[in-house]
Nanobody, 121 residues
Framework: QVQLVESGGGLVQAGGSLRLSCTAS????????MGWYRQAPGKQRELLAA???????NYADSVRGRFTISRGSAANTVYLQMNSLKPEDTAVYYC???????????????WGKGTLVTVSS
């Protein structure tokens, strides 16, 4: 029903930038938003940013002002521009499709393999 492919991860130095890409194939009716998550070793997966089909965005406090989520011209493509990266940003990053309800994003339980981002100090 949902296939997700993340790419763009790699090894960068603190203070550097990286742009992640996500391409989704979605056959579920009603999806109106996509989001980016990350999971660091020993920690739970956390929601970082979400964007609706109308362009409304929301960010977690930990990345607000540094990360920017955007939609591409291609269908069901979303990007995450990451600037001023810190070692604590090291994690596997995942994208997700879901529904924006009010101010809350509710992602469906479909996940790709993720893309690893490692920030060295």
């Amino acid at each position: 029903q949902v296939q997700l492919v993340e790419s763009g991860g790699g090894l960068v130095q603190a203070g550097g930038s990286l742009r992640l890409s996500c391409t989704a194939s979605i056959s579920i009716v009603g999806i109106n938003a996509m989001g980016w998550y990350r999971q660091a070793p020993g920690k739970q997966r956390e929601l970082l940013a979400a964007i609706t089909s109308s362009g409304r965005t929301n960010y977690a406090d930990s990345v607000r002002g540094r990360f920017t989520i955007s939609r591409g011209s291609a269908a069901n493509t979303v990007y995450l521009q990451m600037n001023s990266l810190k070692p604590e940003d090291t994690a596997v990053y995942y994208c997700n499709a879901g529904v924006q309800q009010g101010t809350s994003y509710r992602g469906l339980d479909f996940w790709g393999k993720g893309t690893l981002v490692t920030v060295s100090s």
